[in-house]
């Protein structure tokens, strides 16, 4: 008796579970599916069936044709890939030096210097952007690339600490080894450890690598001029124009999905482990 | 050797470090360390962000923005995300604690509760403005559970808060779902087996193992919350432009800075932002001692 109640009780919890994940998926997707459904209906399709209905042509590409080249989209890719090229190699060239620095050497003022790294990263960008802003003027970056990349670049503290983790896995006899044949610490750094972080380097250019593709923020402030645009500044931007065309409005934003979508489902696993590493270490 | 080529090698040893450290350094001190300063500064003056006059006014911006009641209503709009960061957390525990174990379809479900966080946050907001149309997809899926009233759910100021909260919940889930996954697959699987053979349920395993195991991770997501709620600003202005009653501290920092030009103004604005999120880290720090970070 007390067997088969408790069979019942672990069978209901079982399609508790189940449910709740079905729900939640349904609520994920949904909003996403109904926009990819807008993108492929016709004008009049959009203006007069329910957000619910299916389209009647699969296959019309239409919509994306038109945003596509209204919104300007090779040139933002264009942007985006320059200044994410840019901002991706930096972020680990100034990852790397630092923790390379403070983990192999012993200096004076290192705590010092510990210290300036960790207290800035408790100051969120947003909220110093009034006076970031000037500097960026007075060096004559403002509506210029090099302003985000700067930017994004900066110092990310984040990245320095994934690695600062991964150097000290590194035994420091291979330093040893390779200064005993004569090896320059630049070298040392550029032959011995810059390879053996590559794991650091692919979890830090994943992480790295959304945050600027997805930015909103930095290129809307400092890149104002349309030849600039980038993903986010374009699509924002080709919103006004078509206002009411909600069919080609949603074929841009898909268009701007497609692509971590891909990237999502070809690197799963590294992407999880990129932002678990990325935040918890 | 001589001993001037001696120091001359001990001088280049000693400045290793700095080689390597004068990039990053320099970066830190331009784009962290000198606005925050300036912020300061500026934050005592009426300066307009481009004209030479620049009067010390003392503390009267600071006066101003705790005394003008439209200004102020910001750290009200924060209380909305601040709760659906809650929820968000709480949601994030259970599935990370869902999916832990044994489930048909895992990966399939982890991808899907993920993906929103990947998302460009432009694309969010249209996804979410076509969503909360008037007539559009919500008011649909509630039509076929019965409810034909369609809801002004962006322009109705009773209502627009929550809307925009709910989407920040819907993009931010996941990556608080991913860190709490991670860190619980990092608490070894031979403590649940004594646990069950102890005769836990998975409520207690929750409560006693779970939990304490994960401690740091929440921590960090519960300041992730309070950090992000207070400086929300992509999805608010992209869906709403901060319109009937959505603006946020961020919204109308941006807009007292770069569009009515009150430079001194909009620092002091930031200036308390700054303190309040250095504030809630502190006491944070103060009630979760940080175990996981130690650079030195």
């Given amino acids: 008796m007390t067997r088969q109640v408790r069979g019942v009780g672990a069978r209901s919890a079982v399609a508790g579970k189940y449910l709740s994940l079905v ?51 090779l040139r933002a890719f264009g942007n985006t890939a320059f200044i994410l090229v840019f901002s991706v190699t930096g972020t680990v060239l100034i990852g790397s030096m630092t923790a390379y620095a403070i983990d192999r050497f012993r200096f004076p003022f290192r705590r010092l210097t510990i210290s300036l790294f960790l207290l800035a990263s408790l100051v969120p960008g947003v909220t110093t952007q009034v006076a970031t802003f000037q500097i960026i003027n007075s060096f004559g ?24 983790q991964f150097m000290r896995a590194i035994p420091i006899s291979l330093d040893e080894a390779a200064r005993i044949d004569g090896a320059s610490p630049l070298r040392i750094y550029r032959t011995v450890i810059l390879p053996l972080l590559r794991p650091a380097i692919a979890t830090v250019v ?42 080609i409005i949603c074929a841009g934003a898909v268009l701007v999905i497609i692509p971590t979508l891909v990237v999502f489902l070809f690197l799963q696993r590294f992407i999880y482990n990129g932002f678990t590493r990325g935040a918890t270490k | 050797m001589s001993d001037r080529q001696r120091t001359g090698r001990s001088l280049l040893a000693r400045s290793t470090p700095w080689l390597f450290l004068v990039v990053p350094l320099a970066f830190l001190v331009t784009f962290t360390y000198t606005p925050v300063l300036n912020m300061l500064f500026y934050s005592l003056t009426s300066w307009d962000g481009f004209g030479p006059d620049m009067e010390f006014v003392g503390q009267a911006n600071y006066t101003e923005l705790f005394t003008r009641p439209d200004l102020f209503q910001v750290f009200y709009v924060s209380l909305f995300y ?33 993906f929103p966080y990947l998302v460009n946050g432009v694309a969010i907001g249209f996804v979410f403005l076509y969503f909360f149309q008037p007539g559009g997809t919500l008011d649909s899926v509630l039509g076929l559970f019965g409810a034909r009233d369609e809801h002004l759910w962006l322009g109705d100021p009773d209502l627009v808060n929550w809307s925009l909260a709910s989407v920040s919940l819907w993009r931010y889930l996941g990556l608080n779902f991913v860190l709490f996954l991670g860190a619980i697959q990092s608490i070894p699987g031979e403590i649940y087996e004594a646990a ?78 700054l303190a309040i999120v250095l504030l809630a880290t502190w006491i944070q720090r103060l009630l979760v001692p940080d175990e996981g970070v130690d650079l030195v």
């Avoid at chain 2, 809650?86 to 379809?105: D, I, P």
Wanted: proline share 4%; glycine share 8%; no cysteine.
């Fill in chain 2, 82 to 114: 601040l709760a659906s960061g809650v929820v968000q957390m709480v949601l994030a525990l259970y599935f990370a604690t869902v999916l832990s174990f044994n489930v048909r379809f895992r990966n399939f479900f982890k991808g899907v509760l993920f």
């Fill in chain 1, 141 to 164: 970056m403002f509506n210029n690339r090099w302003s985000a990349i700067a930017l994004y670049t900066g110092t990310d503290i984040v990245s320095i600490i994934i690695f600062l």
């Fill in chain 1, 23 to 73: 729900v939640a998926s349904v609520l994920t997707l949904l909003p996403l599916a109904v926009v990819l459904m807008a993108a492929l209906k016709t004008e009049s399709e959009s203006a007069n069936n329910g957000p619910l209905s299916v389209p009647h042509n699969w296959f019309n590409l239409e919509n994306f044709q038109i945003a596509f080249t209204q919104g300007h989209m």
């Fill in chain 2, 196 to 273: 069950e053979l102890d005769g836990a349920n998975r409520w207690h395993q929750v409560r006693h193992l779970i939990l304490p195991g994960i401690r740091p991770v929440v921590s960090l997501s519960a300041i992730l919350v309070v950090s992000g709620s207070l400086s929300a600003f992509e999805i608010p202005y992209i869906m709403t432009g901060g319109a009937n009653g959505s603006t946020t501290f961020v919204i109308q920092t941006v807009k007292l800075a770069f569009q009515f030009n009150k430079v001194g103004l909009a620092s002091a604005a930031a200036v308390v932002l």
């Fill in chain 1, 206 to 247: 994943i992480v790295k690598g959304v945050v600027v593709y997805n930015d909103f923020y930095i290129p809307f402030l400092y890149m104002p001029s349309p030849e600039l645009g980038v993903v986010s500044t374009s699509l924002f931007y080709f919103k006004g124009p078509y206002g009411a065309h909600w069919e």
